[in-house]
């Protein structure tokens, strides 16, 4: 909970909306995005950093909604992109070419052309065949690619390990003891033009340690490659500051940057950073409702409407969210369960909640102590980011709406899928 999801006369609300006149407009499951909370988060990245050139490059993975999109567009982010795809998105939502950088390992030929001829600001280059590629493309339609290349700074970002990108077994890029070797490369490549440097270690942080190990070995490179005549416009430290799922106590925005701004001193290059699921972790729920209860010998179930294809986050790395009920009068005189079934009684238990889907780890949450009835709403916290951007069809489930509240009102941000679009492109054979 924080100031844009809160109980207010036992009734769980985003901005000034009820969850409960949400899902009876929308239905469930939904996410539900506040706006101002989207706001906020980026106010905050933008007011520690005003002392100094900067450019916040919002990461579109975390959340890829046009509507989120264009509210961060219209704030002056920029945006890390991992694909042509969320370059398109980027565009769609207002945002500027100028103002994007292109990570990850694998950018395609087509993904290439697509980023020079919109004009973005650099390529993160994660290995030393992909500046070959990335200066013959250039090359073949008379561009010269902007390239920044993404260090591997060697440091334990001490989180899941699914989600650490900065040891030297992962696959990110480039060697740290070859980078000087591979700058003085790029800089004889005529379709090149060196513009920065960048580094991104890893994903919910709850640290600053980790960070300013990084941006010390990063900017120790600056210096090296300043003394062999390669100057740097930018240095990007990427992303990766973690947010409050359970009783994580991650830094504040404000004194991680402080931290961060702490290690660059007088240096005078831009500074970007990659945020993504410090702006909109903490943004959006999941509002889903309980389908039945179901008491058994060892376990009590709370089969929900959202399933591992709506948050796969659980089932994937175990990842813990927390959940609420969206009414939590106090039963007897409990609220008409809305809708379906009229008033019941509520059970207080220890719930497995659990989605529709047949696999085991299709589970949202394991022994929560709720007290619900069969139609209960429940909001799950913290699923603004890689909730809905991470979400499929398994099971042949449409994706879920979105919704973004704006102080009293509320917008369908996207449609809940049908499922004549879900196999709108698949073909019967003769
Ligand atoms: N920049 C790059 C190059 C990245 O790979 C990432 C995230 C970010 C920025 C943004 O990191 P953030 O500020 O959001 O931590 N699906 C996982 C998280 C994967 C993150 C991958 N890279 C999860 O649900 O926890």
Not at 174 to 202: E, F, N, W
Not at 326 to 335: A, E, I, L, M
Not at 375 to 401: E, F
């Amino acid at each position: 909970m924080n100031d844009y999801f809160y109980y207010q006369d036992n009734q769980f609300y985003a901005e000034q909306v009820p969850l409960t006149e949400i899902a009876a407009q929308f239905g469930t499951p939904c996410y539900v995005y506040s706006r101002a909370a989207l706001t906020d988060g980026f106010r905050q990245f933008s007011e520690a950093l005003q002392s100094r050139e900067h450019l916040i490059c919002c990461a579109v993975k975390a959340n890829s909604n046009l509507a989120i999109l264009n509210v961060f567009a219209r704030l002056g982010a920029g945006f890390d992109i991992v694909s042509g795809g969320e370059l398109q998105r980027v565009l769609a939502a207002g945002g500027d070419a100028r103002q994007v950088v292109f990570s990850g390992v694998g950018k395609s030929i087509a993904e290439i052309c697509m980023a020079l001829e919109a004009g973005i600001l650099c390529f993160n280059v994660e290995s030393e065949a992909e500046l070959d590629r990335l200066n013959e493309v250039a090359g073949s339609i008379g561009k010269i690619a902007p390239v920044s290349l993404r260090v591997n700074p060697d440091v334990d970002a001490k989180t899941h390990p699914y989600i650490s990108t900065g040891l030297k077994q992962n696959k990110f890029g480039v060697p740290y003891d070859k980078a000087v070797s591979l700058y003085k490369r790029a800089r004889d490549l005529p379709y090149l033009r060196i513009t920065g440097i960048d580094c991104h270690i890893g994903s919910q942080l709850t640290e600053t340690s980790p960070f300013i190990a990084a941006a010390e070995k990063i900017l120790a490179l600056v210096d090296e490659l300043a003394a062999a005549g390669i100057r740097l416009e930018h240095i990007d430290l990427g992303g990766g500051l973690g947010i409050r799922y359970n009783d994580e106590t991650p830094p504040a925005i404000s004194d991680y940057v402080t931290a961060l701004l702490g290690t660059l001193r007088e240096r005078s290059e831009k500074l970007i950073l990659e945020p993504g699921r410090v702006l909109v972790g903490n943004a959006g729920v999941l509002l889903t409702r309980v389908e039945y209860l179901k008491h058994g010998e060892e376990k009590n179930f709370a089969i929900v409407d959202a399933a591992m294809n709506d948050l796969m986050r659980p089932a994937l790395y175990d990842a813990f969210h927390e959940i609420l009920p969206v009414d939590r009068q106090p039963s007897p005189q409990s609220s008409p369960a809305s809708g379906r079934g009229g008033e019941r009684e509520r059970h207080s238990s220890i719930y497995e909640i659990v989605g529709p889907i047949c696999e085991t780890g299709d589970f949202i949450g394991h022994n929560r102590n709720l007290s619900i009835t069969p139609q209960s709403l429940l909001a799950v916290l913290s699923a603004g980011a890689y909730g809905m951007s991470m979400s499929s069809n398994y099971n042949t489930r449409p994706r879920a709406a979105e919704v973004m509240v704006d102080g009293n009102a509320v917008h369908l941000i996207r449609e809940r899928e049908t499922v004549q679009q879900l196999y709108a492109g698949e073909k019967i054979i003769l």
